[in-house]
């Protein structure tokens, strides 16, 4: 048995994939200083304007890629890249460098990159200053093709592992369009929002391999093991073999799941329990409804804001969300209002990006963002509340911390509610209104927010990371992410019981609802109503159906007298053991 084991790190899907792997070193093309002769500028300034035409034909071919029906902001996105692909901004000044001082094709571009960043960087306008993103993305499409002796690399990546430092989640969308295998970063980790997305793609994926841009060579056969976050090259036929059985376990494993898409959600005593779906990408829609999801506790909007230049509007939001109340038919779904900021960049210049933060999990996100920007929010509420005439629909809001947030939000709503009355617009008067406890502040106030919303959903992504001050994207902190942590459970309790003595529904939304080690105990202590990634839907309903909520009542209470004293994790394994 013969291989190189590339390395171990974190795994953020349950999948397995093969494939070659592609370099994507994004931030690796820095030209040096470099002259050519005299005799030799003429064929370096050619050599530029064929590197030109090649991106362009690069960025043409990744365009026709995409399928139409999420054509608008993606294409958006790369048309942008092809018009400044032919602005003399970009193209005369490298040339004039070349012909004038002599300079290489790449160090010129580079001296014009650096000067055009200089100007963005100058700007006071933060939308102007943005654009420099753009300036980066094409420059370093341009150089790559440079350094690579003409060639446009990425010309397919179908079917490829991905290899990278980092990825933001606007480059997942767009790479999952490309029909990548899978991807292994060197930094990230399995709370980050592209994680989550690579879990709800189902793209296999393994963060934290330091260096692994570094070892390996373009075109290497790889297995990805996106469950235990082991990657391997050059695996021999027993390995391959291996991997193969393994896939075709989860096969089977997953066709005998499908059949219990109809069976209901119910415990062995009888209580029902709501299984909902996170969504964020139009494919989703399919996925909740081929694993038969009673609603959707979680619609991420910030997909709206990737790769793309500008703000969607009030139209382009509603006939987005149409599209998923429609296309739910009468199942609830839970629209997030936008959570942008931190782990959730959008990439490409679109104007809601905020300036540079110091800490950005600690910045204007979310809520935040929204109240400061209600540019930004108006068009969102408004298509909201417009989508909710056609089906069951309720607002969520992300990042809550204080109450004073909360009353200036559903005054916002009110006043847009007012604003499509007076214009005889339709709209469901009653639409619930919900709050996201993530933040420690929240829980321990869940009381109090309760009594001025509809429903609580908690977010333990982020609950975790600011109760244990750990930066959910940083792996080399990952370690302490623990959803077992007694000041975490306590937390979730506190919420739980907060929106029981007031009547009002509550559900979880973070990642720990979609994860069957915890589905025991989160029933044990209290919670009815699970969202999480449509693909593990029918696992959890699975749990559920063995589940006896008195006798898991009764273990969770004993847990929680000695919260302090055990090993929580040991503790359980015992009630998940004993469930059978
Ligand atoms: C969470 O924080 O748990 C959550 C569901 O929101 P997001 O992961 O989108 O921040
Ligand atoms: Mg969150």
Redesign the pocket.
Same mark, same amino acid.
């Given at each position: 048995m013969t291989m190189t084991c590339l390395g171990i790190g974190i795994g953020v899907s349950n999948s397995i994939a093969m494939g070659k792997a592609y370099l994507l070193a994004r931030r690796g093309y820095r030209a040096t200083p470099r002259w050519v002769q005299q005799s030799e500028v003429e064929a370096e300034v050619e050599r530029f304007q064929q590197a030109l035409a090649t991106a362009a034909q690069h960025l043409k071919s990744v365009r026709r890629q995409i399928p139409e029906s999420i054509a608008s902001d993606i294409t958006e996105f790369i048309d942008t890249h092809l018009l400044m692909l032919e602005d003399s901004a970009l193209t005369d000044v490298p040339i004039a460098l070349i012909r004038e001082q002599l300079c290489g094709a790449e160090w010129a571009l580079q001296i014009r990159r650096d000067a055009l960043v200089r100007v963005f960087d100058e700007m006071d306008d933060p939308y102007l200053r943005t654009r420099k993103n753009d300036v980066d993305h094409v420059v370093h499409q341009i150089q790559k093709i440079l350094f690579n002796h003409g060639q446009a690399q990425e010309e397919n990546l179908e079917k490829r592992v991905i290899l990278a430092p980092d990825l933001t989640p606007a480059d997942t969308i767009l790479m999952r369009h490309q029909g990548i295998a899978a991807f292994v970063t060197e930094y990230g980790s399995p /709370?980050s929002?592209t994680a989550?997305l690579a879990r709800s793609l189902g793209i296999p994926a393994v963060v934290g391999i330091r260096n692994v841009t570094r070892f390996h060579r373009d075109g290497e056969q790889l297995v990805v093991d996106g469950r235990h976050g082991v990657v391997i090259a050059d695996a021999d036929e027993e390995i391959l073999a291996h991997f193969r059985r393994r896939i075709a376990e989860q096969q089977a494993h997953a066709a005998k799941l499908r059949g219990l898409r109809d069976q209901p959600a119910i415990t062995i005593d009888g209580q029902s329990v709501g299984l909902m779906a %996170?969504i964020e990408l139009p494919e989703d829609i399919e996925t909740t409804r081929s694993n038969a999801a009673s609603g959707v506790g @979680?619609y991420?909007t910030e997909f709206l804001y990737m790769n793309r230049d500008s703000a969607p509007d009030e139209e382009e939001h509603l006939r987005t969300y149409l599209a998923v109340v429609q296309g739910l038919g009468h199942i609830p779904v839970t629209i997030r209002t936008l $959570?942008l900021g931190a $782990?959730?960049q959008v990439d490409g210049g679109c104007p809601v990006l905020t300036p540079p933060a110091c800490n950005p999990a600690l910045g204007l996100r979310a809520i935040r963002l929204c109240l400061k920007e209600p540019d930004l929010f108006k068009p969102q509420l408004r298509a909201i509340l417009r989508a909710s005439a056609y089906g069951p629909v309720r607002i969520m809001i992300?990042m809550l911390s204080n109450l004073d947030e909360l009353h200036k939000t559903r005054r916002i709503i009110e006043e847009t509610k007012l604003e499509l009355t007076g214009e005889g617009i339709a709209f469901d008067s009653d639409i619930p209104v919900g709050g /996201?406890i993530?933040v420690p502040a929240a829980a321990l106030s869940a009381a109090s927010f309760a009594r001025h919303l509809d429903f609580l959903s908690? =977010?333990? %992504? $982020? @609950?975790i990371q600011y109760t244990l001050a750990i930066d959910r994207v940083d792996d080399q902190v990952n370690y302490l992410f623990d959803p077992l942590h007694p000041a975490v459970l306590r937390l979730i309790k506190m919420t739980i019981d907060a929106a029981h003595a007031a009547a009002i529904p509550v559900s979880m939304? =973070?990642?720990m609802a979609g994860d069957p080690r915890y589905t025991r105990l989160l029933l044990g202590m209290g919670l009815r109503t699970f969202s999480m990634q449509p693909d593990a839907l029918l696992d959890i309903k699975h749990i559920v159906r063995s589940s006896d909520i008195r006798q898991l009542s009764r273990q969770a209470t004993e847990l929680f007298q000695e919260l302090d004293m055990v090993d929580v994790g040991q503790v359980l394994e015992k009630i998940n053991a004993d469930a059978g």
């Open positions: /709370m929002h989550i %996170n @979680l991420r $959570d $782990d959730k992300p /996201m993530e908690i =977010g333990t %992504n $982020d @609950l939304c =973070g990642e």
